[in-house]
């Protein structure tokens, strides 16, 4: 059976094995473990994942299957074979209903809705937003990968959080906005549901945001810069009901997971975030009548609780500062007059 990224499948020799990758040693290569060899030339590999191939009779070199000591020397052909056929990469356009707020000749905004995959990737190669976007405006420019396509994609939103995107429709605008983004000269605004209360009004999240150690799934924060990318998320309370806070986040950069991450790094994870431990009950009572509560309002909204509310950025051409807001989508609005309710009626 392959494993979660498709790199390995237990070889049968009666059966017709295809080729999923190839590569040449070059002339000067120097004997290198084939393991440490194809770890940095396959995408997502990791060493043991290599090495389970390879005892999987997976790997092979000049046509023959080798084990993970094997030293790959110059002008080796280097194969990696499996029981099934690579999958097709070709990203095909679907009819995906998009929420457009704005379009020019240079750019789309959306409001992109929850649940909603961003960009074809593992368990998710249709259905996402790109497969709409291809639907829906020909020719886009693309920065991405041969592995992975981001047609148009110039930042994204995790597949729960509903809000603004942006898309380029040129390459002149996919690389201004691109620039945009990384010199942070564009405006973000989210809003997300938090468990607990906070003591200030407002405050600096500073941290850098690196993958877990513990959980690849996972983002972690490193205080000390050890690891990770610098992180800095500004927030603001905007309404309080004692168990969970409703608050505004602005973006001074933009890391994966950078909201969800930062919060629970100071004891605020998203309510209802599985990945971050927010699906379950972090602060509150005991009574039955509470715990129903909230499993009603995770039924409600099934997700991570984060709104991307706003953005502003510079039209490529026209240089003209533009600027979109959204209404919050209606599970979030539902799970916060709920909220609303059950403040008000709680005794004093």
Known sequence: ????????????????????????????????????????????????????????????????????????????????????????????PEDIPLDVLYEDADVVVINKQAHLVVHPGHGNYTGTLVNGLMHHFKNLPDMGTREEPRPGLVHRLDKGTSGVMVIAKNEVALSNLAQQFFDRTTDRLYNALVWGDFEEEEGTITGHIGRSVKNRLQMDVFPDGSQGKHAVTHYKVLERFGYVTLVQCKLETGRTHQIRAHMKHIGHALFNDERYGGDKILKGTTFTKYKQFIENCFEIAPRAALHAKSLAFTQPATKERLQFETDLPEDMQTVIEKWRVYVSSRPE
Do not use: S
Not at 12 to 27: C, K, N, S
């Open 1 to 92: 059976m392959a494993d979660d990224n498709g790199l390995y499948e237990e070889a049968d020799d009666q059966e017709e094995l295809f080729e999923h990758f190839r590569f040449v040693a070059d002339p000067g290569q120097e004997p290198l473990r084939i393991d440490k060899f194809l770890m940095v030339r396959v995408a997502n590999a990791t060493r043991n994942k290599i090495q389970v191939a390879a005892h999987a009779g997976n790997v092979h070199v000049n046509g023959t299957p080798v084990k993970p000591h094997y030293r790959v020397k110059p002008k080796d052909e280097v194969t990696i074979v499996m029981a099934f056929p690579p999958r097709d990469k070709t990203i095909y």
